[in-house]
């Protein structure tokens, strides 16, 4: 966790517990229907945040879901699962391991993001 979200943390605890006093203190000692109408706006305030919040999370959960998928060198790659699938490479050249991050398969290799059934590689001439 960030600096930045550890601090947003401990901020809205901390401002979730002002206002429940608050809102305690004021129902104790104060008029009850002022107390009911600044609940009502203030459960309305954080129901707002809560749906801002959740669409954020669905958008970035999609955008990230789908890594990079790289094939190089008679290989197979999937982001999904492999069935069956037959990769060979005959050269002799080297391919560069991909540091790129995401799924990537290089020499005659098979890689997938979900399971491999049934396939086999071979590198050589």
Do not use: C
């Amino acid at each position: 966790m960030t600096g930045l979200q550890q601090f947003l943390w401990w901020l809205l605890a901390v401002t979730g517990t002002v206002a429940a006093v608050a809102l305690t203190v004021l129902a104790l000692v104060g008029d009850l229907d002022t107390a009911d109408q600044l609940a009502s706006v203030v459960g309305a305030v954080v129901g707002l945040i809560a749906l801002s919040v959740s669409i954020y999370t669905i958008i970035r959960t999609q955008a990230s879901e789908h890594p990079p998928v790289r094939a190089q060198g008679g290989s197979n790659a999937a982001g999904g699962s492999i069935r069956n699938a037959k990769a060979r490479d005959a050269t002799s050249v080297r391919v560069a391991p991909d540091t790129a991050g995401g799924i990537s398969a290089g020499g005659g290799s098979n890689a997938a993001g979900g399971s491999i059934d049934g396939s086999s590689a071979y590198k050589g001439g």
